[in-house]
Each structure stands twice: as structure tokens, then as C-alpha cells.
């Protein structure tokens, strides 16, 4: 796989099964639950690496000594050891590096400014409300420059031919 970009559909498929993080790496404390994957009590399907790239390989092999096994390795923002990722792939796992999964559901999402990001694009167009005033994030939304998702606001309406 090239791990220098990504289909938005690979990243999506995976931000849409995936229910279980590990987020290993996230404290620098080698006494915290988040520094092993190995301690992990449960079942995880992602686990999120924010460590290093030179302890990518290690992380790895801890994942894949899991049982059950994660389904994807996700490497953080400047994070990519591609030895690690071809040991996952080997394995059967999904590999992603260098990105943030925050922000690429944000970004898929079309809701990159509800994480408090900066597109310097302003627009009244918002994700249409369900119910009583819950605005439901979704991943199957199609996004274009600027946020606008007009493709996805007419996929929303009920088809005429249908009614």
C-alpha cells in the first residue's frame, strides 16, 4: 500500500467500523495503562500510536500478540516507520501513518471547524439537523473545497420518484 496518501474511501471505511481505540503513547509516564499495548483489558479495533517511529515496531508486535487481534495500526501526525507497517499488513491489519484520526473525521465529516480548526473558509452551509436539534456527524457526507456539502444536503431529501 502507499502510505504517502490515502483514498478518502480507505480512511472513511476505517473510521466507520472502528469502535475501540488504544491509544498508546499518549503520556510519556511508563507507569500509565496508556504507555503498553499489552495491558490493554479488552478487545480494542484501532490502536492509535503517538509514540515515536523508532518504537513503532515494538508497539506492533505487542498489537499483533493481541487476542483478538486490532483490525488497524494507526500511526499519529509525523509518525511513520514503514518496517512497522508492512509487519501489520503482513498480519492482515490496516495500516495508516502520519495522519490524525480527529482530524480526518473531521475533515470527512465536512465538520473540520467543529473541532475548533481553521479553514479560513466562512460559510452558512451546516450539516442539516435530525430530530430535535441534534446535528449528526456523519462520514458518508461528501465534502468539497470549502466545507460546502451540497452533494450530500441532495442526498438527504427524499426522492421524489420514491414517494
Known sequence: MDHDSYDDKYIRGILNTVKTIAMVGVSAN???PSYFV????EPVDMVDIFRSSRHAIAIVEEALALSPRPQVIWLQLGIRNDKAASL????GLKVVMNRCPKIEYGRLS???AWMGVNT???TAKKARLFGRG?????????TVAGGAT???VRAQ????AGQ
Not at 441534534?134 to 461528501?142: E, G, S, V, Y
Not at 431529501?157 to 421524489?160: A, S
Request: charged share 35%; aromatic share 0%.
Open 110 to 112: 465536512s465538520e473540520i
Open 38 to 41: 499489552a495491558d490493554i483489558p
Open 30 to 32: 511508563t507507569s500509565r
Open 120 to 122: 479560513r473558509t466562512l
Open 157 to 160: 431529501k427524499p426522492d421524489d
Open 88 to 91: 501489520a499488513e503482513g498480519s
Open 134 to 142: 441534534i446535528q449528526r456527524m456523519a462520514l458518508n457526507r461528501i
Open 150 to 152: 451540497d452533494a450530500a
